[in-house]
């Protein structure tokens, strides 16, 4: 493994395992894409094969079938323990993305975890997010705490100097932990490459376009691409001057700022 | 009398982009502490009227609210020109425009630059009809929302919001050596989320005599306004 993977690998591992050591009730959460399975793998590699903690999938009933079906396949060849939550009330209610992106994302998503961890008194959580996704998680911690609302104060955090993690005694809900916070969409790919790890098709170019980053079906589109490999993808990034998530139609910024400029009375 | 009428011109951004223009004399933030929530057209209808006016305008009809003159501080002036100030002389078109394409934004259907141009385009016409009437009023209002409307879209963009506060220092620096009372105000403030600009209660305001203003709420304008007409600032 080259120099650089290594390293981004050695850190992770370690604070995985910090977080495992220093938690209760540690999950996991998985998307089915490729950075939530590859700190999956991750978690796999921490424990020599075998995750000790649950891995959560949030399923909004919404995802592309290719998700399902790759999740199914991978939580069996791995063999961990996988719940699925869902939001089943506002399933039935029969909430969908036409009747508010935002309500949507926060009833499907938000509400379901919400609902687990209180279910499952989890006390932290494992999320594959990454600085250079975009702009506010560029400001996250390897360790962020949140509240009961999932509220996280940027302006308050503890420095995280010389690779010391450290939970704070009070005042908070869960910690979320986030083992790649460090790595590029590049280095993700590199690995995945590296590692050999399985790739959701949905990845691959399919009649000139292919998905950069996977969400819900309504809310996902994919881009132009004609990148059939990993190595192509490779190529694809290293030259891209398209934003990783474009292809997410409506982040929760973007849908936040439409619902208060609509109760400002501009749309 | 000059009122230079800036929506979300935030007291943050003044001072952070050094608007030398823009921080007159006497300069600081509103008090809007008694408004709910900082709606444009309330905020100018307050600011014109001297009273709350948040249970008086609709939110569905809102953009097409216009203060009677005997109730605004404009009626202390024998002659007066107010520029698309919204609740009084608000361009309607022009700013239906803008709506339009900030909706279609939303919806995946306009790009941030063709809405961008609009906008730009709509400053400068105001700048110019304000240019021409400064001098020939007793009082002359110009209103240029280029802070609001950019900032919705890009107030987490530096470069871009450092160009709008260059521009709107450039038009204070326009009346600042005239012979007149000039006053600087903003209906609120802005704050980011993320690329995003969302109304906040940071707003701005400024004088070129010194007057110990202190945290003045908007709905105090009218009084001072009043005052000075009556010369008791002079």
């Known amino acids: 493994m080259e120099n650089h993977l290594r390293e981004l690998e050695k850190k992770s591992i370690a604070i995985i395992r910090e977080a495992k050591a220093q938690f209760k009730n540690l999950a996991v959460l998985w ?3 490729k950075d939530s399975t590859a700190a999956l793998w991750l978690c796999k590699k921490a424990f020599f094969g075998k995750i000790p903690f649950p891995v959560i999938h949030i399923d909004t009933s919404y995802k592309f079938p290719e998700m399902y079906a790759f999740r199914d396949n991978i ?19 029969g909430l969908s993305p036409e009747k508010g992106r935002l309500k949507c994302c926060t009833e499907l998503k938000t509400e379901a975890l919400k609902n687990l961890i209180k279910e499952r008194k989890f006390d932290a959580l494992i999320l594959a997010i990454r600085r250079d996704e975009h702009g506010i998680r560029a400001k996250e911690r390897y360790y962020s705490p949140r509240d009961e609302n999932f509220r996280w104060n940027y302006k308050d955090q503890p420095a995280e100097l010389w690779d010391l993690y450290v939970k704070p005694s009070e005042d908070y809900s869960h910690m979320r932990v986030h083992p790649i916070l460090h790595w590029t969409e590049l280095d993700v790919w590199r690995y995945v490459k590296e590692e050999g790890l399985p790739v959701n098709p949905l990845y691959f170019a399919k009649d000139g376009k292919r998905y950069r980053s996977l969400g819900c079906m309504p809310c996902t589109v994919p ?19 398209i934003p990783e998530r474009a292809g997410r139609a409506q982040d929760k910024e973007k849908a936040y700022m439409m619902q208060k400029l609509r109760s400002l009375g501009y749309m | 009398m000059i009122i230079l ?60 609210f216009q203060v009677p003159i005997e109730q605004t501080f404009l009626k202390f002036f024998k002659t007066h020109e107010v520029i698309d100030l919204p609740a009084f002389s608000y ?59 950019i900032g919705h879209l890009s107030f987490g963009i530096t470069e871009k919001m450092a160009e709008v506060y260059r521009e709107l220092d450039e038009v204070a620096g326009e009346v600042k050596d005239l012979d007149s009372f000039v006053l600087v105000i903003s209906d609120h403030g ?5 690329r995003y600009g969302d109304h906040s209660r940071n707003g701005f305001y400024s004088l070129n005599k010194g007057l110990g203003l202190d945290f003045p709420k908007i709905t105090s304008f009218y009084d001072l306004i009043r005052r000075i007409v009556e010369n008791e600032y002079a």
């Open chain 2, 190 to 194: 802005m704050k980011a989320v993320g």
């Open chain 1, 31 to 33: 998307s089915t894409g």
């Open chain 1, 223 to 241: 881009i132009p691409s004609t990148a059939k490999t990993i190595d192509e993808i490779i190529k694809e990034i290293e030259t891209s001057k």
């Open chain 2, 91 to 149: 361009k309607q078109k022009n700013h239906a425009e803008e709506r339009k394409l900030l909706k279609a934004y939303f919806e995946d259907k306009a790009t941030v630059e063709e809405y961008d141009e609009v906008i730009w385009r709509n400053h400068r016409e105001n700048k110019k009809d304000f240019l021409n009437a400064v001098g020939k009023f007793d009082v002359v209002i110009g209103y240029f929302n280029l802070a609001d409307a």
């Open chain 2, 5 to 64: 009428a800036l929506d979300a011109l935030d007291l943050n951004q003044v001072k952070k982009f050094n608007c030398k223009n823009l921080m007159q004399k006497e300069y600081g933030q509103t008090d809007l502490s008694n408004f709910n929530q900082e709606r444009t057209i309330v905020l100018w209808a307050s600011f014109l009227t001297g009273k709350n006016m948040e249970k008086e305008i609709p939110l569905k009809t809102q953009w097409e």
């Open chain 1, 75 to 93: 939580a069996k060849e791995w063999g961990f323990n996988l719940i699925i939550a869902k939001n089943e009330r506002a399933l039935k209610e």
